[in-house]
């Protein structure tokens, strides 16, 4: 799948079979997150990736559907660079962006991951100083939803906002 196709067709997938996902595929999706681009080169992101049962089982308290999820990546960024959030943005749609193009369904998961932050870093063994901005499960898709999108005319603006 190419790159356009695979930004096409991505969505948040929120229900997965339980199956196990290649550790190749995994280093292949997080290996996406960090050649995101990143404020004055300074990647402050470290990925842990979670395949463990017992460790998903205490995360699925972010999203119970989590359960079924083949693996878990936290994303841990260094709040002491300036554009963290931003860079923590782009690493993780490149992740979305590359599991949908293995043909595996994930899903940005910071509003539950976000209000849970100091249990998780606690359960994942972050030290205090980094952020945990989310959480992204990915699994094998039961299905792939199809959730309408803005049209292209609706967001596009020729030369000056207004303009066709
Ligand atoms: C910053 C951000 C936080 C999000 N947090 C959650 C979340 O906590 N739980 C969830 O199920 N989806 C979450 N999502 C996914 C959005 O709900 C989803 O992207 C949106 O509904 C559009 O659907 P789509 O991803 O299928 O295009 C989040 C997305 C973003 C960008």
Redesign the pocket.
């Known amino acids: 799948m190419d790159a356009l196709e695979a930004i096409r067709k991505?969505?948040?997938v929120?229900e997965y079979t339980g199956e196990a996902i290649p550790r190749a595929d995994l280093e292949t999706i997080v290996d996406a997150g960090r050649l995101a681009a990143t404020g004055s080169n300074q990647q402050p992101w470290e990925f842990i990736v979670i395949t463990e049962q017992a460790m998903i089982q205490q995360l699925k308290a972010?999203?119970q559907w989590m359960d079924q999820a083949g693996a878990i990546i936290a994303l841990v960024m260094d709040p002491s660079s300036r554009w963290w959030v931003e860079d923590g943005?782009a690493a993780?749609e490149n992740m979305l962006i590359a599991s949908t193009a293995l043909g595996y369904g994930s899903?940005?998961?910071?509003?539950?991951?976000l209000p849970r932050e100091a249990e998780f870093k606690k359960l994942l063994g972050i030290p205090e100083g980094k952020r945990l901005l989310?959480l992204v499960p990915v699994g094998v898709p039961v299905g792939w939803?199809d959730?309408e999108?803005k049209s292209l005319k609706e967001v596009l603006h020729w030369e000056k906002y207004g303009g066709l």
């Open positions: 991505r969505r948040s929120r972010a999203a943005a993780v899903c940005w998961l910071e509003g539950y991951t989310t939803p959730k999108k």
